[in-house]
C-alpha cells in the first residue's frame, strides 16, 4: 500500500469488487447443485446476477438448489478470510483483502433475518428463501436459525481476524 492511498478508499474497492463476485459466487453455488442434481445450465448472468437451468429437480434436490447459492458464497467467503490470515502473516497488507469476502458471508444474514420477518406475517420477496421454506415446508424460524448459525460462524472468524 502507498502512502497516498487511504486505507477506507482500499476497502471501499475491496468491498465493491467483493459484491459483484458474491454474486457471481452465489448463482456458481446454485449451478453446481443443479449439475449435481441432472440439469443442465442454460446461463449465467453477472449482472443482475442470475441463472436459468433447464430440467426439473426432484425431492431434496429443489431444496439443495434453492440453498446451494448461499451455502457456496458463504463456505467461499470463509475460505477466502482464512487464506488472507494466512497470507497476511507474511504480507501485512494482504489483510485488507478480506473486505472482498465479507459480501460473501453477509449472505448469511439475509437467512437470518427474512425469515423471522416472515414470522410476524411480512410477505418476503420471492427468492431463494422463500423457495427453500416452500420446498421443505420448514418453518420460517428454524431457517433463521441455519442463518443465525452460518452468521455466528462468520462473526466468529471475523472477530479472530481483528483482533
Known amino acids: ?16 469488487c467483493g459484491v459483484v ?14 449439475k449435481m442434481a441432472g440439469l443442465n445450465v ?38 477466502g478470510t482464512l487464506g488472507v490470515i494466512l497470507l497476511g502473516s507474511k504480507w501485512p497488507y494482504v489483510r485488507y483483502a478480506v473486505w ?13 433475518c427474512l425469515p423471522l420477518v416472515a414470522v410476524f406475517g411480512v410477505r418476503i420477496p420471492d427468492g431463494d428463501i422463500q423457495k427453500f421454506m416452500r420446498q ?11 442463518g443465525l448459525m452460518l452468521v455466528v460462524l462468520c462473526v466468529a472468524v471475523l472477530k479472530w481476524v481483528w483482533s
Do not use: D, K
Not at 24 to 34: D, F, K, S
Not at 52 to 61: A, M, T, V, Y
Not at 136 to 146: D, K, M
Open 42 to 79: 442454460v446461463y449465467i448472468q453477472l449482472f443482475p446476477p442470475g441463472l436459468r437451468l433447464s430440467g426439473e429437480p426432484n425431492g431434496f434436490w429443489n431444496a439443495a438448489v434453492s440453498i446451494s447459492g448461499m451455502l457456496f458464497a458463504v463456505l467461499v467467503g470463509l475460505a
Open 136 to 146: 421443505t415446508n420448514c418453518p420460517p424460524v428454524a431457517v433463521s436459525l441455519i
Open 21 to 34: 463476485l458474491s454474486g457471481t459466487v452465489h448463482e456458481l453455488g446454485h449451478a453446481i447443485a443443479g
Open 100 to 112: 472482498l469476502f465479507v459480501p460473501m458471508m453477509a449472505q448469511a444474514l439475509a437467512w437470518f
Open 1 to 16: 500500500m502507498t502512502n497516498s492511498m487511504h486505507p477506507r478508499l482500499i476497502i471501499g474497492v475491496f468491498v465493491l
